[in-house]
């Protein structure tokens, strides 16, 4: 494995160069020796074939078609035909984006990427586009791994521009009193944070892409963050939010709460760039933590530990951390050397009332079966790094943000490993998690010769979880792309037959578009289709997400 990755504030201020196909920082796909030996590792532990490490096609060798849109005169200050600009906007990052991307394969690039620095460029740019039938792609920190930013052929548009949002990044207004500041969609999770923490407050929301996405990407996608109960997605956090439509601009007020009819938020939250861009919102912050309690408790098996997970959910202690991990899933992320379910728990405030929430949690923990494997830990300090947390938990948070780098260094030895999510009642659970294991450990063993899939609970609910899954296998190279769609296409299958969601905080994008069409009645789709007409009505914004 690569040498330990620093998740402090001031370690992810780096303007360390970004990978043109993979996750992050070029550096984090490692050396050809780190990824032998990661191959070698994962082929003893988990029984699988690897290859010999490859290595991704340059940026110089890459084949990008040159793009048949002029630059108008009266936009050149607004657009962009830089060929490395076009290529690191052609893709997010879900695994198809990162196998065509280590192959050099960049199919249907942005004849033009758009950087505006003012809504006044985005009313600019829709005349523009409309009169010219191009599609527009809104575009933040490019994380997407649901296709959401990958538009694939568009044969009913003369041209595709990708509206690079990043140039609206700020911090303003910030007001201690409401505790609430103005936050530009383009603002970074780092730099958010920079501009937060010098006034001891914080957003403390963390998706694992929190290095690279933008306020306005967790916005459109609504995103869901670091609390594993109570304040669960970026939702929880918003009190206002901006977004420019072609037919004109939509804002909500600020206020603390109201009834005034339907939440003009909810129009705007989970649009995905199919109706706007989002410009900016102002959200709800809070003091940055002092008090942090946490314990790892170990399980002898799934039900127990799940139903240790309800357990706590239902009592309403809302801790932060409330995270379980299957077996397989800790001992492959390194957090146990023993097979062990895993529940990760922790509470953080700013006063000592952490220590007796802590308690009742472990006491719910300890009567449904499970065993302390550390000692409760209170601390009474700024918490922002990973020296107070107990090791097991410290080992885990290490993983997670690792994860997304460990996908492309396994695809460059012949190994897919992807993920996907869900969330449904607890009554469900049990029997959904047994039917999806068997239908996709009987799908990689007959397309393979065999597959491993994990799990844990991302967040928890008093009414139901969302499980998070990971899929494991060696695919004849050839077929590893469409193993993987079997892969996915069985796993939502499953969801749809078990009544769960297509996503819980993945996003829409162009992958689930059928999981939602779904979940969502005919009728719902129907308003959405005016709603669309009404807002866009050129059809120019992210064609193919939300709707066809």
């Known amino acids: 494995m690569l040498s330990r990755l620093v998740y402090s504030l001031e370690g992810f201020m780096t303007d360390e160069p970004r990978s043109h196909w993979g996750w992050g920082h070029a550096s984090g796909f490692g050396t050809p020796d780190t990824r032998k030996a990661l191959g070698t590792m994962v082929g003893t532990m988990l ?36 060929r490395e600009l076009r290529l690191r906007r052609t893709f997010g990052r879900s695994f198809p984006d990162l196998y065509r991307g280590f192959h050099g394969h960049f199919p249907h690039p942005p004849d033009l990427v758009a950087r505006p620095t003012e809504p006044a460029h985005l009313e600019e740019l829709y005349r523009w586009a409309a009169s010219e ?124 709460s109201t009834g005034a009819g339907i939440d003009p938020r909810s129009l705007i939250l989970g649009s995905e760039g199919a109706l706007g861009c989002i410009t900016e919102a102002v959200m709800r912050l809070r003091p940055r933590h002092t008090f942090r309690s946490s314990v790892t408790v170990h399980f002898p098996d799934l039900p127990t530990a799940t139903e240790a997970c309800r357990h706590i959910a239902q009592a309403h202690l809302f801790p932060s951390n409330c995270r379980l991990l299957d077996a397989r899933e800790a001992l492959f992320n390194g957090v146990v050397s023993s097979p062990a379910h895993v529940l990760l728990l922790g509470f953080e405030g700013t006063t000592p009332v952490t220590e007796p929430l802590l ?28 020296s107070d947390r107990p090791e097991e938990a410290g080992r885990w948070r290490q993983a997670f943000f690792e994860a997304p780098y460990l996908q492309g260094r396994l695809l460059s030895v012949g190994i897919l490993a992807d993920t996907f999510e869900t969330a449904l009642p607890w009554s469900r659970f049990p029997r959904f998690h047994k039917d999806l294991k068997g239908r996709l450990l009987a799908l990689m063993k007959a397309r393979c010769g065999g597959g491993h899939l994990t799990l844990r609970f991302t967040h928890v609910y008093p009414d139901g979880p969302a499980p998070y899954y990971t899929f494991i296998c060696a695919p004849p190279p050839e077929q590893t792309l469409e193993v993987w769609r079997a892969i996915k296409e069985e796993s939502m299958a499953t969801i749809a037959d078990h009544g769960a969601t297509v996503t819980h905080h993945h996003a829409v994008g162009r992958r689930h578009r059928p999981g939602l ?6 009728t719902f789709f129907s308003a959405l289709k005016a709603l669309k007409a009404e807002l866009d009505p050129h059809h120019i914004l992210n064609p193919g997400v939300l709707l066809p």
């Open 359 to 386: 308690e009742a949690a472990l006491k719910i923990a300890i009567d449904a079966g499970g065993t302390p494997a550390s000692d409760p830990a209170h601390r009474h300090r700024d918490a922002q790094g990973d």
């Open 47 to 82: 029984g699988l074939q690897t290859t010999e490490p490859r290595e991704p096609t340059p940026p110089n060798e890459i084949d990008l078609d040159q793009g048949g849109v002029a630059l108008p005169s009266e936009l050149t200050e607004l657009l962009s035909d830089d």
């Open 133 to 256: 039938r191009l599609a527009l792609i809104p575009f933040g920190g490019g994380t997407s791994v649901v296709q959401g930013v990958t538009p694939g052929d568009l044969p009913d548009y003369q041209g595709l521009v990708t509206v690079d949002l990043q140039g609206l990044s700020y911090v303003e207004d910030l007001d201690e009193v409401d505790r609430v500041a103005r936050i530009g969609a383009g603002t970074t999770g780092p730099d958010l944070e920079a501009a937060l923490s010098p006034r001891g407050l914080t957003l403390r929301h963390y998706p694992q892409s929190f290095q690279f996405s933008t306020l306005g990407g967790w916005l459109a996608t609504r995103a869901g963050g670091h609390f594993a109960t109570n304040y669960t997605r970026i939702d929880d956090l918003t009190t206002t939010v901006t977004m420019v439509t072609p037919a004109g601009t939509l804002s909500t007020p600020q206020l603390p």
């Open 517 to 522: 069409a779904r979940e969502r009645s005919s």
